[in-house]
């Protein structure tokens, strides 16, 4: 089998996590896990369950992805042009995995961070709709709150996220929100003004 990332470089056998058999390209470093091997390894373990916010409290690897990470590979089984799942939400690298035939590639460096956050049992999950859409969302909502921090300093944005998580978890949190909606609620004869200058928009 060739490296998916570079045609002219055959794999060669490895064994990942103690007892995984896999393969590993001699130039790039990247794993290729087949299918087969794959679900014989995962039989024998129970997969610890994680989810995408734990994921995201894990903070930052310093990892630096691999320079191959971007590019579009073919699966070396089958040939098919493989899909890709974002992984991380700070600084994200992508896992690669044949649509056909469900081989796995890890770039040089994923497994390892795989197994650190506990996603190696389980990679299939990462290319479900579900996991895709959390890290979506958790990818916004990190946009949102580093915009908050541009415009309104992090003193105070600050602030604004630790009276936000109080009001999330106080059983009348709502009343506080209330309250702030209609401190800012501008009167009718602003409207003029508000059709010309509307109100930032944080994207
Ligand atoms: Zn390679
Ligand atoms: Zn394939």
Redesign the pocket.
């Known amino acids: 089998m060739e490296?998916?990332?570079?045609k002219t470089?055959t794999l060669v056998d490895v064994v990942l996590s103690g007892d995984l058999d896999a393969h590993e390209?001699?130039?790039?470093?990247?794993n290729w896990i087949s299918s087969a091997e794959y679900e014989r390894w995962q039989a024998d373990r129970r997969p610890s369950g994680v989810s995408v916010h734990s994921i995201a409290a894990q903070g930052d690897f310093n990892f630096r992805p691999s320079e191959?990470d971007s590019k579009a590979a073919l699966c070396p089984e089958c040939k098919r042009y493989m899909t890709r799942a974002r992984v991380m939400v700070d600084r994200p690298f992508y896992i690669e995995r044949c649509p056909n035939c469900n081989g796995i590639w890890c770039d040089r460096g994923e497994w390892e961070i795989l197994e650190a956050l506990g996603l190696h049992e389980s990679i299939e999950q990462l290319f479900s709709g579900d996991w895709q859409a959390q890290m979506r969302s958790l990818h916004h909502n990190q946009k949102e709150r580093q915009a908050t921090i541009e415009k309104l300093g992090s003193e105070v944005a600050q602030m604004v996220f630790d009276l936000a998580e109080v009001l999330e978890n106080h059983p009348n949190g709502e009343f506080g929100v209330a309250y702030l909606m209609r401190r800012f609620d501008r009167p009718q004869e602003a409207a003029g003004d508000r059709a010309t200058n509307p109100p930032p928009s944080l994207f």
């Open positions: 490296c998916p990332k570079d470089v390209c001699p130039r790039c470093q990247g191959f």
